[in-house]
Structure formats: structure tokens, C-alpha cells
């Protein structure tokens, strides 16, 4: 054994923290750059954004209407209240003592958002001090609150409180809630027979329970989220269509260069001004870079879904990042990243640029065009959409549908693509359907 020196050269990348910061520019959406750049305006005082304090036009959604300048006062004014907040009011009122009230709050932080409460009794009234009854009864109390079937346990209690605040409650409707998991099954015939009735007799019971909320607690506003205003438009021009950046939300950036570290004398001064310059010189450069390469991007996709935008959904072009970025010459990772959460408004409502990637599956002949997984996922689900309750399509028979018009699909992939939409099969969606005919 012998140690030996070698000395060779080579070349490397290195991740600069300055490539880093610019990386992360091409991630952010114009709302996001917008908050970045602010913040570094206020630890760079050579650093201006263009149209800080300007009014934002309104600008027309697909679908949503047209979007209105934020008016806060007004937006405090129309917000709807919170459910902790709706209920909070109402214990006030059902609490006077404050020693009450207090132990009415540990039962509204065990509300979750759709109104059940999370946390067991028990452990509701440990932390109260109370008994096991004293709790039980406190639980009667709050459940008073409107709307009917908040602070439940479980669905069957919900449901009972909610029918017991409409009057609804008979002995055959007690019998129904107990025996919800026959109704879950949709045996109809089972639960006539528990209940001790006919099949008719449950028609009445069971559109009445159809009308109750299982989820109360849902329909009440969460967190004040406004919808976010998209990065890019696509409209029809004259020779075809058109990609813009949105100009109402997108930041440009400003460099004051009045003070040169020239003129200064201090050489402190001279060294920090300097700095701070070049740090925003390089912070306009880093932002007209990312607006060029988004616009780039996104014009790009636009040209080769041309089919979707005339047609729709479930004409999305199959397409990859390697496809376009070759055609924009940039890297793949640019492109994945520039279209991380970046929106575009398209004729067929605002949409994510990554929805516009999908993988193409291969058609029956090798003559035949391509589809994109996306179209077939657009497909499956209108085909279930305007399937037969009670005779639901299966996946197979999905599978050959697509099949016989279009790409050729294995039933495995039908299930994969339906679990991908949320759609239960084919025996609970005839479960569903036969629950709803009765």
C-alpha cells in the first residue's frame, strides 16, 4: 500500500446563494414576487416598486365574473361570520356565569369545521372538572344552538337533533337512525324488516332524511381567503391566440440610483451603497428575467394546445417539460419550476400550468393520434356523469368505450384514473342511485 498525490482539474456547478435567490424567483407567482420584493424593499432603500400604491384594475374571470378592487372596510363589512364565531355569540347568551361559559369554550375548541365535536365526553370533562353526568348535560345545553345538529357525536345523534328541530322525530325515523348502516348498504329490504314495516312505509322517512345536513357546520365561512389573481391571460387575437403577463399584479422593480458611491467620501458609506446597489441592480435583472421566462413558457403551451383552447377540457394535447423546454431552450427543472403555481385564465376558466402536462397514451393503430391522460380522465368522468344511476358503467365497460374511440385503456387504468377524480366505483354509485329512486 502507498499513498499517492494526483493533481487533477475539472469542472463543477456550484449553487451560489445569488443562483439560489434567482432560482426561487422563477417558483414565485406574481402575487408572491410581489410580497418578496416589498420586503426587500424595506431593508434596500435604493429599491422601488414600480405601482406600489396604484389601484389595481378589475380584471374578468372565465366563469367567476369580473374581479373588484379590494375595498377592505367593505370586505369586513360582507364577510360572513366563522362558525366559531357564529356559535361563540350563542353560548354567550347560553352562559350568563362566567365559570359556565368558560367550560362552554372547551366544548367549542372540540368543534371541528364541520360541526362535530372531535374530542370524547370524557376527556371533555376532565379538563372541565366535571362528572361524567354534569358533562352529558352541559353537551344537552350547547346543542341547543342554531343551526340544529352541531356539538353531534356521530351522524345518527346530528341527524336526531336536527329531526328533533323539525319535528320529524317518529318512532319509525328513531328506527331508521338506529339502523343507519343497513341504509348505508341499501338494504332497503333488511331495514323494512328491523323497523317492522313495509317498503313504502320508509319513503316518506327517507326523503326526510335526505333533507337534513350531515355536516351542519360546513356551509359556515373558514378563513378570510381571497381567490388569487391569475399570473398569465390568453386571448384571441387577430392572427391567433395571444399570451399576456397580468399587468394588474405584476411587480416591476425600480432601481433609485441618485446616490452613487462615487460622490460619497466615507468609505463606509461608499462600501454599503455599493452593495446595496448591486444587490438591486441584480434584483431588477433577476425579475425581468423571470417575467421573460414565465411569458416564454407560457406562450409555448398556449401554441401547442391550441386544441383546448377551441375545444375544451377534454382536448388537452398530451405534452411534456422536456417538450417544452427544448422549444423555449431552457432547462427541464426551469420549466417545472416557472410553472409551479403559476395560473392562467383561459376561455375554459383559470387553470394551473402544470394541469396542461400529461403523458400521452398510445391509440389502437399506430396511425392514430395520441391522447393525453388528462383528456381521458376529462372523458371518463362526463361518461359517468351521464351514466344511468341505476345501471352505472363499469370500468370495463369504460375501458372499451374509450377504447373503441381513442386511446386503448386496460381496466386497471379506468380505476386508477377514477380513484384520481374521486369517483366511487360502479356498485357504490348504483348503491347511491337506488338509495336516491326510493
Known amino acids: ?9 475539472g469542472q463543477s456547478l456550484v449553487m451560489t446563494s445569488v443562483m439560489q435567490q434567482a432560482i426561487a424567483l422563477l417558483q414565485l407567482s406574481n402575487t408572491d ?31 367567476n365574473g369580473p374581479a373588484e378592487q379590494d375595498d377592505p372596510i367593505s370586505r369586513i363589512e360582507n364577510h360572513p361570520l366563522s362558525l366559531y364565531g357564529h356559535v361563540a355569540a350563542q353560548l354567550d347568551i347560553l352562559f350568563p ?27 371533555i370533562a376532565a379538563d372541565c372538572g366535571l362528572e361524567l353526568e354534569a358533562a352529558e348535560e352541559m353537551l344537552h345545553t350547547v346543542q341547543q344552538v342554531e343551526p340544529a345538529g352541531l356539538f353531534a357525536r356521530n351522524l345518527a345523534e346530528c341527524l336526531a337533533l336536527q ?51 350531515p355536516k351542519p357546520g360546513a356551509d359556515f365561512s373558514g378563513n378570510d381567503v381571497s381567490e388569487r389573481e391569475p399570473d398569465l391571460i390568453v386571448t384571441r ?4 391566440w395571444v399570451v399576456e403577463l397580468n399587468r394588474s399584479t405584476l411587480p416591476a422593480v425600480e432601481v433609485d440610483e441618485t446616490l452613487l458611491a462615487s460622490k460619497l467620501t466615507d468609505p463606509a458609506a461608499r462600501s454599503y451603497v455599493g452593495e446595496r446597489l448591486g444587490v438591486a441592480r441584480w434584483l431588477r435583472r433577476a425579475v425581468e428575467h423571470r417575467n421573460q421566462t414565465t411569458l416564454s413558457v407560457g406562450a409555448e403551451i398556449v401554441r401547442r394546445q391550441v386544441a383546448f383552447l377551441e375545444k375544451g377540457l377534454g382536448h388537452i394535447a398530451p405534452m411534456k417539460l422536456a417538450d417544452v423546454a427544448q422549444a423555449v431552450g431552457v432547462h427541464e427543472s426551469t420549466v417545472s ?16 400550468l402544470k394541469r396542461f402536462f400529461s403523458t400521452a397514451l398510445p391509440g389502437e393503430t399506430e396511425g392514430d393520434e395520441a391522447a ?18 341505476r345501471n352505472p358503467l363499469s370500468d370495463d365497460a369504460i375501458a372499451k368505450a374509450v377504447s373503441a374511440g381513442g386511446p386503448v385503456l386496460a381496466r386497471r387504468t379506468v380505476a386508477k384514473y377514477r ?6 366505483s360502479s356498485f357504490q354509485r348504483k348503491r347511491q342511485g337506488k338509495l336516491n329512486a326510493f
Open 1 to 9: 500500500m502507498q499513498l499517492v498525490h494526483r493533481q487533477t482539474q
Open 33 to 63: 414576487l410581489q410580497r418578496y420584493i416589498e420586503k426587500e424593499a424595506e431593508e434596500n432603500p435604493f429599491i422601488d416598486v414600480n405601482g406600489r400604491h396604484r389601484a389595481l384594475p378589475s380584471l374578468p374571470y372565465s366563469g
Open 97 to 123: 356565569n362566567p365559570a359556565d361559559r368558560a367550560m362552554a369554550d372547551r366544548f367549542l375548541e372540540a368543534l371541528d369545521p364541520n360541526g362535530w365535536l372531535v374530542d370524547p365526553l370524557d376527556r
Open 163 to 213: 329531526a328533533e328541530d323539525q319535528g320529524l322525530m317518529t318512532p319509525l325515523f328513531r328506527k331508521v337512525l338506529d339502523n343507519l348502516p343497513r341504509l348505508a348498504a341499501a338494504d332497503l329490504s333488511g331495514l323494512a324488516r328491523v323497523c317492522g314495516c313495509g317498503l313504502d312505509d320508509l319513503r316518506g322517512p327517507l326523503k326526510q332524511l335526505r333533507s337534513l345536513n
Open 237 to 240: 387575437g387577430e392572427t391567433g
Open 337 to 352: 419550476r416557472v410553472t409551479t403555481g403559476i395560473l392562467m385564465v383561459t376561455p375554459h376558466g383559470t387553470l394551473g
Open 372 to 389: 393525453s391522460a388528462a383528456a381521458v380522465r376529462y372523458k371518463i368522468q362526463k361518461m359517468i356523469a351521464a351514466e344511468d344511476p
Open 419 to 424: 380513484d384520481m377524480l374521486n369517483i366511487p
